[in-house]
């Protein structure tokens, strides 16, 4: 025979590449730089039809049992494998030639007969495993590789078993040795197909090229089989499904095999059967990547619990079995499994419930009528005599598999696993563990499966403090947020388990939707290559993932839009942080509902930069009022700008042109007057306020604008140019202010009544008030324990750096409440 050795010492390794490996011209071209890469001393590749190919096969067998044309799909067929051909290696091989003409006759007899017997199917299903290995051999010897097509039908004999093909291993061993034993060190060998007793072909059943990978590495004793497709390993959920599963780097066969079975199509429950048996090692591996190392599955080394997987079968239908009459009739287990083998029906989860009052066997779908049959019939005198009330079938089940070694050894894991899918909201039908104690089995609605895989997944893999998140609105202070971020979520996710995902950012046209996440420092890029039209609810729903623990939106548009959406987020259980004050200041109605949507779902409402940026402002009123204290009165200076322009005013220059400079220099609203007229104050009083539980209106306080009232309309040149003819009048306020040994200073006032004013006042130049700087913020509260000498906040009160940072220790206090140490 062919093989040299066994084990480690065999000079065997085995390639096996699927239909995801060989999609192209190009791919193939990947897979033979790999194969000339190879430092095995003997290698056999083992490759799939393209990827779609036996699908297109299959799907013009059934056209021509359907007495349907097929020609136009098989010219289709024909061109596609002959372009590649063309582009690949520069020729149509004669053999591709008569194979097509042989398919179309085959194809023709078929829909004559309105039939295909198994051995056309056999045929015709194979073509594409031998095309593509006659193509790869064609490359690989245009390549200078002296690479062989060997042909399995020689000597892969397989029978038909109940459990599908079987192999015999003697007499394929023998084959083997008669045919292939000088066809040099590199081999080219088509999946899926093999050879029946009697020398018809047959085929391995679908996704069977892994299975012929593994019957020839025992067959040649290989060290090694890799399996090549397009994902960088076996990962912890279907990729397709769960965006944020992750590549498993070692598995035992058992786990792999329990995987498998439970519908992880990247590797097929045969191909383990032959490799464990000589403990083969397998490493499942990506072509498009091939530095990864990818997924070794072998024997069980390390004894560390970890749950591997979470897999899931559709197309189930469970069936129910009721009645008070079977508790304590012993063998009625046995008598169901008994009705349903006699019908061939393959049970893929039984449930017993501890009363005995209700058996549950789930089947697959198209066996669920024949199987309510059969137990109607073996449970006939039962029904009748209404020991057993029903046999009932609830279709479009799926199960949904937690799979890991020694998992029933591990408290808890259980509960993790069905308050997981509890708080998803899902309901689970049925449970069972697996007697090898290495799953965990819930029967769910087919339609909750993606949302219960994703649930299921971040309870055992993500941080449970896991926050995706969406940025709204990136002028000044969004760009200095995703800057912040940039530079501190790496320390946050290693030092406190803090994984803060960007997983949107809008601004009012157009926004960015990213999974897993927009890499903060790239976010102008991802701008210029994927931005789409804003849509806030598809990015509410985006970042309200279910596979993500927790989700945040931060509002840090000043619109109104906006802030009146604030109330549904929160009643979604999207927790909402804002720099944008225009929703908590709004009508107290509006007020109102946002915390009552917030308590109804149980999300957090965080505004501490609506007043004075980054200063702790908000949190500081907070916890005097929930400690017990009394507030007496709040005062303060709340507006950066006004600060600024007071600061620096002295009329030696007139106050209109400090304004345009201001304005010019950005330090204003876009249109100053939304400054001067006082109304920002005064929105930031009603905050507080609030915050102390005063019912208060913007209205219901006094405002002393300072934008005078014949200038209230027009543009904003106009309204500059207007405001000078005011100069002399605020210059005399000024001076009187200095006679008086007191300076100018806009302040709002509130007592604890409510009654408030917000205007321009004369204080003391020794007043704390009269000694900020620049943008100062400065906030007194009197209250009953500080009395005598109030409690003063005072810092830099404006500037996107500030309350971006405001913004930010919002997101951590988040963190903190959701459960992070930070
Ligand atoms: P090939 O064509 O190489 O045989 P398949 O499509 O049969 O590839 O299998 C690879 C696919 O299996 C992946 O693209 C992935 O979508 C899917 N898959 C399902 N479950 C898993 C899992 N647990 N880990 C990795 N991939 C999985
Ligand atoms: N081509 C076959 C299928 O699609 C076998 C395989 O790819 O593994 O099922
Ligand atoms: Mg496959």
Same mark, same amino acid.
Not at 65 to 84: R, S, T
Not at 199 to 219: E, K, V
Not at 802 to 807: E, I, L, N, P, S
């Given at each position: 025979?062919?093989?040299?050795?066994?084990?480690?010492?065999?000079?065997?390794?085995?390639?096996?590449?699927?239909?995801?490996?060989?999609?192209?011209?190009?791919?193939?071209?990947?897979?033979? @730089?790999?194969?000339?890469?190879?430092?095995?001393?003997?290698? &056999?590749?083992?490759?799939?039809?393209?990827?779609?190919?036996?699908?297109?096969?299959?799907?013009?067998?059934?056209?021509?049992?359907?007495?349907?044309?097929?020609?136009?799909?098989?010219?289709?067929?024909?061109?596609?494998?002959?372009?590649?051909?063309?582009?690949?290696?520069?020729?149509?091989?004669?053999?591709?030639?008569?194979?097509?003409?042989?398919?179309?006759?085959?194809?023709?007899?078929?829909?004559?007969?309105?039939?295909?017997? @198994?051995?056309?199917?056999?045929?015709?299903?194979?073509?594409?495993?031998?095309?593509?290995?006659?193509?790869?051999?064609?490359?690989?010897?245009?390549?200078?590789?002296?690479?062989?097509?060997?042909?399995?039908?020689?000597?892969?004999?397989?029978?038909?078993?109940?459990?599908?093909?079987?192999?015999?291993?003697?007499?394929?061993?023998?084959?083997?040795?008669?045919?292939?034993?000088?066809?040099?060190?590199?081999?080219?060998?088509?999946?899926?197909?093999?050879?029946?007793?009697?020398?018809?072909?047959?085929?391995?059943?679908?996704?069977?090229?892994?299975?012929?990978?593994?019957?020839?590495?025992?067959?040649?004793?290989?060290?090694?089989?890799?399996?090549?497709?397009?994902?960088?390993?076996?990962?912890?959920?279907?990729?397709?499904?769960? $965006?944020?599963?992750?590549?498993?780097?070692?598995?035992?066969?058992?786990?792999?095999?329990?995987?498998?079975?439970?519908?992880?199509?990247?590797?097929?429950?045969?191909?383990?059967?032959?490799?464990?048996?000589?403990?083969?090692?397998?490493?499942?591996?990506?072509?498009?990547?091939?530095?990864?190392?990818?997924?070794?599955?072998?024997?069980?080394?390390?004894?560390?619990?970890?749950?591997?997987?979470?897999?899931?079968?559709?197309?189930?239908?469970?069936?129910?079995?009721?009645?008070?009459?079977?508790?304590?009739?012993?063998?009625? &287990?046995?008598?169901?499994?008994?009705?349903?083998?006699?019908?061939?029906?393959?049970?893929?989860?039984?449930?017993? @419930?501890?009363?005995?009052?209700?058996?549950?066997?789930?089947?697959?779908?198209?066996?669920?009528?024949?199987?309510?049959?059969?137990?109607?019939?073996?449970?006939?005198?039962?029904?009748?005599?209404?020991?057993?009330?029903?046999?009932?079938?609830?279709?479009?089940?799926?199960?949904?598999?937690?799979?890991?070694?020694?998992?029933?050894?591990?408290?808890?894991?259980?509960?993790?696993?069905?308050?997981?899918?509890?708080?998803?909201?899902?309901?689970?039908?049925?449970?069972?563990?697996?007697?090898?104690?290495?799953?965990?089995?819930?029967?769910?609605?087919?339609?909750?499966?993606?949302?219960?895989?994703?649930?299921?997944?971040?309870?055992?893999?993500?941080?449970?403090?896991?926050?995706?998140?969406?940025?709204?609105?990136?002028?000044?202070?969004?760009?200095?947020?995703?800057?912040?971020?940039?530079?501190?979520?790496?320390?946050?996710?290693?030092?406190?388990?803090?994984?803060?995902?960007?997983? &949107?950012?809008?601004?009012?046209?157009?926004?960015?939707?990213?999974?897993?996440?927009?890499?903060?420092?790239?976010?102008?890029?991802?701008?210029?290559?994927?931005?789409?039209?804003?849509?806030?609810?598809?990015?509410?729903?985006?970042?309200?993932?279910?596979?993500?623990?927790?989700?945040?939106?931060?509002?840090?548009?000043?619109?109104?839009?906006?802030?009146?959406?604030?109330?549904?987020?929160?009643?979604?259980?999207?927790?909402?942080?804002?720099?944008?004050?225009?929703?908590?200041?709004?009508?107290?109605?509006?007020?109102?509902?946002?915390?009552?949507?917030?308590?109804?779902?149980?999300?957090?409402?965080?505004?501490?930069?609506?007043?004075?940026?980054?200063?702790?402002?908000?949190?500081?009123?907070?916890?005097?009022?929930?400690?017990?204290?009394?507030?007496?009165?709040?005062?303060?200076?709340?507006?950066?700008?006004?600060?600024?322009?007071?600061?620096?005013?002295?009329?030696?220059? $007139?106050?209109?042109?400090?304004?345009?400079?201001?304005?010019?220099?950005?330090?204003?609203?876009?249109?100053?007057?939304?400054?001067?007229?006082?109304?920002?104050?005064?929105?930031?009083?009603?905050?507080?306020?609030?915050?102390?539980?005063?019912?208060?209106?913007?209205?219901?306080?006094?405002?002393?604008?300072?934008?005078?009232?014949?200038?209230?309309?027009?543009?904003?040149?106009?309204?500059?140019?207007?405001?000078?003819?005011?100069?002399?009048?605020?210059?005399?306020?000024?001076?009187?202010?200095?006679?008086?040994?007191?300076?100018?200073?806009?302040?709002?006032?509130?007592?604890?009544?409510?009654?408030?004013?917000?205007?321009?006042?004369?204080?003391?130049?020794?007043?704390?008030?009269?000694?900020?700087?620049?943008?100062?913020?400065?906030?007194?509260?009197?209250?009953?324990?500080?009395?005598?000498?109030?409690?003063?906040?005072?810092?830099?009160? &404006?500037?996107?750096?500030?309350? @971006?940072?405001?913004?930010?220790?919002?997101?951590?206090?988040?963190?903190?409440?959701?459960?992070?140490?930070?």
């Amino acid at each position: 025979m062919a093989t040299g050795g066994n084990g480690a010492s065999s000079p065997w390794v085995v390639y096996k590449f699927g239909g995801s490996s060989v999609a192209s011209a190009g791919h193939y071209r990947a897979v033979g @730089a790999l194969i000339g890469a190879s430092k095995a001393p003997r290698l &056999a590749v083992v490759v799939s039809a393209m990827r779609g190919v036996t699908d297109r096969l299959l799907g013009l067998l059934q056209q021509a049992e359907a007495g349907a044309a097929f020609d136009d799909g098989l010219k289709d067929l024909e061109e596609h494998q002959y372009g590649v051909h063309r582009e690949l290696i520069g020729t149509i091989p004669e053999s591709l030639d008569r194979n097509f003409e042989d398919l179309h006759d085959l194809l023709h007899a078929v829909r004559l007969a309105r039939f295909a017997g @198994a051995p056309v199917r056999d045929l015709v299903s194979g073509m594409g495993e031998l095309w593509s290995a006659g193509l790869l051999a064609a490359h690989l010897a245009r390549q200078g590789r002296e690479a062989r097509f060997v042909d399995p039908r020689e000597f892969m004999l397989v029978t038909r078993g109940e459990m599908g093909p079987e192999v015999d291993w003697s007499e394929s061993a023998r084959l083997l040795a008669d045919h292939a034993a000088d066809r040099g060190d590199c081999w080219v060998v088509p999946g899926y197909v093999a050879r029946e007793p009697g020398g018809r072909m047959t085929t391995l059943g679908r996704n069977g090229s892994d299975f012929s990978a593994a019957i020839i590495g025992r067959l040649l004793g290989a060290r090694e089989i890799e399996i090549w497709t397009d994902v960088d390993g076996v990962m912890s959920a279907d990729p397709a499904l769960v $965006p944020d599963a992750l590549v498993l780097d070692k598995l035992s066969y058992d786990e792999a095999l329990e995987l498998a079975y439970f519908g992880a199509r990247v590797i097929h429950p045969k191909t383990l059967a032959p490799a464990i048996e000589l403990q083969i090692p397998i490493r499942i591996r990506n072509t498009f990547h091939p530095d990864h190392p990818g997924t070794l599955i072998g024997e069980r080394d390390d004894e560390e619990f970890r749950i591997k997987g979470i897999t899931s079968i559709d197309g189930l239908a469970l069936v129910n079995i009721e009645g008070a009459g079977m508790i304590g009739v012993p063998g009625t &287990a046995r008598r169901v499994f008994g009705a349903l083998q006699r019908g061939a029906i393959s049970v893929v989860l039984i449930s017993q @419930a501890s009363s005995e009052h209700s058996i549950c066997v789930c089947v697959e779908a198209a066996a669920a009528g024949a199987a309510v049959e059969k137990l109607n019939e073996e449970f006939s005198s039962e029904l009748a005599s209404g020991k057993i009330q029903r046999i009932l079938p609830t279709e479009e089940v799926s199960i949904l598999a937690v799979v890991g070694d020694s998992m029933a050894g591990q408290p808890g894991i259980a509960a993790r696993y069905f308050t997981a899918l509890a708080d998803a909201g899902i309901n689970v039908r049925a449970i069972a563990q697996g007697s090898s104690e290495r799953n965990i089995s819930a029967v769910i609605d087919h339609e909750d499966v993606q949302r219960g895989l994703r649930a299921v997944h971040s309870a055992f893999y993500l941080s449970p403090q896991t926050v995706s998140v969406g940025i709204l609105g990136t002028g000044h202070v969004g760009g200095a947020l995703l800057d912040q971020l940039a530079g501190e979520l790496d320390r946050l996710r290693t030092e406190a388990g803090v994984d803060i995902r960007v997983r &949107a950012i809008a601004r009012s046209r157009e926004m960015v939707l990213a999974d897993p996440s927009i890499a903060p420092a790239d976010w102008r890029v991802a701008f210029e290559q994927s931005a789409v039209a804003t849509d806030l609810d598809a990015l509410a729903a985006h970042v309200h993932a279910d596979h993500l623990p927790h989700a945040v939106l931060i509002d840090l548009t000043a619109s109104e839009e906006v802030a009146l959406r604030h109330a549904g987020w929160l009643g979604q259980g999207l927790n909402v942080i804002t720099a944008n004050k225009k929703a908590n200041a709004a009508d107290y109605s509006v007020y109102r509902e946002i915390r009552r949507a917030a308590r109804a779902a149980g999300a957090r409402y965080l505004y501490e930069t609506n007043v004075g940026a980054g200063l702790p402002v908000v949190q500081t009123l907070r916890d005097l009022r929930q400690t017990g204290d009394r507030i007496e009165s709040i005062e303060g200076i709340l507006s950066g700008t006004l600060a600024y322009l007071f600061n620096i005013f002295d009329a030696s220059r $007139p106050f209109s042109e400090l304004v345009r400079d201001a304005w010019n220099e950005g330090y204003t609203e876009p249109d100053p007057r939304d400054d001067l007229s006082g109304m920002d104050v005064a929105r930031k009083l009603v905050i507080l306020a609030r915050e102390v539980g005063i019912k208060l209106d913007l209205g219901d306080l006094e405002v002393e604008s300072l934008t005078p009232p014949d200038l209230t309309g027009g543009g904003v040149e106009d309204f500059l140019k207007g405001l000078a003819k005011h100069d002399e009048t605020m210059a005399q306020r000024y001076r009187a202010a200095v006679e008086r040994g007191q300076v100018l200073r806009f302040v709002g006032r509130m007592d604890r009544a409510g009654r408030g004013r917000i205007g321009l006042v004369e204080v003391p130049s020794d007043h704390v008030f009269a000694q900020i700087d620049l943008t100062d913020n400065v906030v007194r509260y009197t209250t009953a324990r500080y009395d005598r000498n109030p409690l003063i906040v005072r810092g830099p009160g &404006a500037g996107p750096a500030v309350t @971006a940072a405001g913004v930010f220790a919002d997101l951590l206090r988040l963190c903190s409440m959701l459960g992070a140490r930070i």
